[in-house]
C-alpha cells in the first residue's frame, strides 16, 4: 500500500517524538503536565500517573475487545470482576515463588545452550537468544511441551501486535490485517491446546507421570464448579501466559543490554557479577537493579492507554489539577513518571538504590504484570549469559524494523583464546 503524504507527516512526527520522548516530557512536566489533545489527555508526573494507575475503576484498559474476540474474556481486560480477581488468585497460585531455582536454572540452560549455537565472533541476539530463550521457557515451564518454537513466536507476536499496538492503527485494511492474524493464531494455540497440549498432559497425569508445569499443575487441580474455572478457562489463561511472556521479554532484554552497553561503569559493574563464580543472592540482587535502573533509560513502553468510564479531576487541590471526561482516552506516561525529578533523585543519574516503586517496567498497581516476578529472574539471566561471553559489544542500534518491537540487535564477540 502506498503511503500518503498525511502518512508521512504522522510517520515524521512519530520519529521525532521517539527520539525526543525524554525532552518532551520533562517539558511537559514542567509546563502543562496533565495536557490534554483533541480526545486524548496527557499524565507525566509521577503522583498523577501513579493516581491514575491507581484508579483502575474510572480509568479502564482499552483491549478488552481485542482480548474478547481472540482467547476470550480474559482477567487483563477485566479490571473489578470476578473473572479479574478469580482467575489472577488461581494463576498466582501455580505461578510460584518457590520456583525460582528452577526458573533460574532453566533459562540459564536454555540461554547458554542458545549461545553456543551461534557464531562466535558475531551473534544477532534477538533472533538468536532474547527470542528463542522465553519461547524455550514457555515450553517447560508453561506446558506448551508439543508447540515449536516457530509457531509459539508466530503465535506471540501475532497476538501481542493486535490486543496492544493496533488501537491507534488509522488505515483500515492493515488494522484488518493486524485483527486477522491475531485471531487465526489464537485459533491455532486454542486448537493446539484442546487436541493435542492438554490429552497429553491428561495422560501423562493418569500415568503418574511427575511433570510439573504450569498447564500440569491447574489440571491436576480439581475445582469446584461453583469456582467457574473451567477447562475453558484453563485454556484461556494458559494462552495468555504465552501472549504475554515472549515479545515483552525480549524487548526488555535488548534495550537493557543496550543502555548499558552505553555505560561503562555500570556495564563493568554488570560483566564482574556475570561472570562472578559466586552467584549469591546478593549478586542477583544487584544485577537484577542494574537491569532495572538501565531499563529505566529505555522501558519497553513509554507509556499504557486507559479509556475515562467517568469525569474525573485528576492531581485535585493543585493548580495542575485536570478534570478528564468521561470518554477521553488517557496516555498514562510511565516513563515520564520514572524521570520525574519531584520524586527520583537525581532522575538523569543511573543509581542502584531506587525504591521498588520508582518502576514502572512491568505495570502498577493494580495491573502489575502476572508474571513480574518470573521477569526478574529471567532478565538478569539473559543479560548474565550475554556478558560472559568474551568482550561482547555492540554493532549498531536495536533495529525495530518500524515495528514495536526490536528484531535484531548485533554484537560482536572477541574470540576465545585457545
Known sequence: MTETPSDKDENKLANFMRKHADTIFMVLRNTVPNLPIRDFVAITRYSDVKEVLDNPGVFRVTYDESMDDSVGPFMLGRDLTEFNDRDKGIMRSVMQRGDFDRIRSTVRQIAEESLAACERDHIDLV?????????????????????????????????????????????????????ENNRQAVAEMRTHLNDVLIPDAKRAIEAGDARDDILSRLLRIQFNDAVEFDESRIVTNVMGTLVGGIETTSQAAIQTLAQLFKRPRPLAMAREIARSDTDSDDDRA?????????????????????????????????????????????????????????????????????????????????????????????????????????????????????GPFPEHYRIAVGRTEG
Not at 521457557?137 to 507476536?157: H, K
Not at 487541590?317 to 524521570?339: D, E, F, Q, Y
Not at 529472574?377 to 568482550?391: F, G, K, S, T
Open 127 to 179: 533472533p538468536q537468544l532474547t527470542r528463542i530463550v522465553p519461547a524455550r521457557f514457555t515450553q517447560e515451564y508453561f506446558g506448551f511441551r508439543t508447540a515449536s518454537v516457530p509457531d509459539i513466536l508466530r503465535w506471540s507476536l501475532a497476538t501481542q501486535l493486535d490486543m496492544f499496538h493496533n488501537s491507534f492503527e488509522k488505515d483500515p485494511v492493515r488494522k484488518e490485517r493486524v485483527r
Open 286 to 402: 544487584q544485577l537484577l537493579q542494574l537491569c532495572r535502573e538501565a531499563l529505566r533509560f529505555d522501558p519497553i513502553n513509554p507509556l499504557v492507554v486507559r479509556r475515562c468510564a467517568e469525569d474525573f479531576v485528576v492531581a485535585k487541590g493543585n493548580l495542575r489539577r485536570r478534570k478528564i471526561r468521561k470518554g477521553k482516552t488517557v496516555l498514562v506516561c510511565t516513563r515520564s513518571a520514572m524521570r520525574d525529578g519531584r520524586q527520583l533523585e537525581l532522575p538523569s543519574a543511573f543509581a542502584l538504590d531506587r525504591p521498588d516503586h520508582h518502576y514502572m517496567h512491568f505495570g502498577f498497581g493494580h495491573h502489575r504484570c502476572l508474571g513480574d516476578h518470573i521477569t526478574a529472574v529471567q532478565l538478569p539471566e539473559i543479560v548474565r549469559a550475554v556478558l560472559r561471553l568474551n568482550d561482547p559489544r555492540p554493532i549498531g542500534e536495536p533495529d525495530k524494523c518500524g
